[in-house]
């Protein structure tokens, strides 16, 4: 913090951290968390998705290469991608069996590819919670916890099928990902973790995923992510485009709220 920064915090401190003024500063907080690119996901605008796709487009970056949604749900973000004239292949994984059922109809619409898995370290059985008797929610998540304390809903376990996305990588011989797009409920890491070669062989230039309190429930600090994917730089989606993190911070970094964020690999000469 620079001389004027120590200054304005001096004064603000002994103007304003007072009790009175703590709802104030609390609302001021929160209505900033918007202003960060951080709760807004009411729909592909204000959530930043929309300006993010133009911007891969205009770098040419859908010009060849697979595109893989990982947590596809009912696959709202792969129609959104061909309604915005992406023409490249889209796998679309969704374990979860009542809303892949429903992902499969809409796959056959948009002419994309849904996969019955779900992503994750390995090939493996696994259970997925979602509410009892309404799966297929978006909300269905590796870990009960996000039904039961995030969501305050009573859970119900099923299981499903599990592949890395190395393993679906080498079976599909795909050689390039254009996009790879994780939105897990808190599983994102052990979606990367899965990932490594992929990671390690620069096939995944550009890495989209969601970090928000269902990270609480899986233990998983945004410093994980970050070090697990070295070479790449960091940033926060707002509803204009995308704005870099910087070096990392805990304070610019922690924090347990919906957001949207990129990962673009470094350009090395």
């Known amino acids: 913090m620079n001389a004027l920064g120590k200054s304005v915090k001096r004064i603000y401190v002994l103007l304003f951290a007072r009790r009175i ?15 960060l690119g951080l709760r807004n996901y009411e729909n592909d605008t204000v959530s930043g998705e ?24 009912l696959g709202n973000y792969s129609m959104m991608l061909r309604k915005n ?24 619409a948009y002419n994309f590819t849904a996969v019955p898995e779900g ?25 009960k916890g996000v039904i039961e304390h995030l969501h305050k809903g009573k859970a119900e376990e099923v299981a499903i099928a599990l592949t890395s996305i190395d393993e679906f990588v ?10 790879l797009k994780i939105d897990t409920e808190g599983h994102e890491l052990s979606v990367l973790k899965g990932a490594r070669q992929t990671i390690a062989s620069g ?22 992510i970050v070090d697990i994917l070295p070479g790449y730089d960091f ?12 070096p990392y911070n805990s304070t610019n970094y922690e924090i347990f709220s919906f957001q949207n964020i990129v990962a673009l690999k470094q350009l090395h000469n």
């Open 21 to 35: 003024f703590y709802p104030v500063n609390l609302f001021l907080y929160k209505l900033s968390l918007f202003g």
């Open 203 to 224: 096939m995944a230039e550009v890495i989209q995923l969601e970090f928000n309190e269902m990270n609480v429930i899986s233990r998983t600090f945004f410093k994980d």
């Open 170 to 179: 080498a079976k599909h011989d795909i050689s390039k990902i254009a996009l």
């Open 235 to 246: 940033y926060r989606m707002l509803p204009d485009g995308l704005k870099a993190l910087g």
């Open 85 to 108: 004239g992406i023409t490249q292949p889209i796998f679309a994984f969704e374990p979860h069996p009542v809303a892949f059922s429903k992902l499969s109809e809409v796959a056959v």
């Open 119 to 143: 992503a994750g370290e390995a090939h493996s059985v696994a259970a997925i919670y979602d509410y009892q008797g309404d799966g297929g929610s978006e909300h269905a998540s590796m870990y």
């Open 50 to 73: 929309k300006a993010f796709i133009k911007f891969l487009k205009a770098l040419g970056k859908f010009d060849s290469g697979a595109i893989l949604d990982i947590g596809a749900n």
